[in-house]
């Protein structure tokens, strides 16, 4: 049985682009002030509703949720402490769908 794994963030990208760490991108990471958060390293979960809450976070306007295929070598995520595999960190992955367009959160918020 093949896992399926998330990812909530920026929005706008397409099957077949990849997920870079933000290191290596333009991309802003929410890291929520967690001091195990890698810049080196994509984020990804097992969780859709995870993925959800983490593409609502995403400051600079609607986000979204990707199905992705996890690329490069896949390591436990220190911050998770589930012990399932519900979420991993890889140097890349790739976009295989998008799951949920538009996802209205903190960087969809007007300031008035």
Same mark, same amino acid.
């Given at each position: ?9 920026v929005?706008? %990208? ?33 969780n ?45 992955? %790739? ?6 367009m ?11």
């Amino acid at each position: 049985m093949n896992t399926t794994y998330y990812h909530g963030g920026v929005g706008g %990208l397409l099957p077949g682009d990849q997920l870079v760490p933000p290191g290596d991108s333009e991309v802003s990471q929410a890291n929520f002030g967690n001091a195990l958060v890698r810049r080196d390293r994509v984020y990804l979960t097992t969780n859709l509703d995870a993925a959800v809450l983490f593409a609502w976070g995403y400051p600079y306007g609607a986000g979204d949720v990707y199905e992705c295929e996890l690329l490069g070598p896949v390591e436990p995520d220190p911050d998770y402490r589930g012990e399932d595999g519900g979420s991993v960190q890889c140097a890349r992955a %790739l976009i295989v769908r998008v799951a949920v367009m538009g996802v209205q959160g903190l960087g969809s918020r007007s300031s008035s």
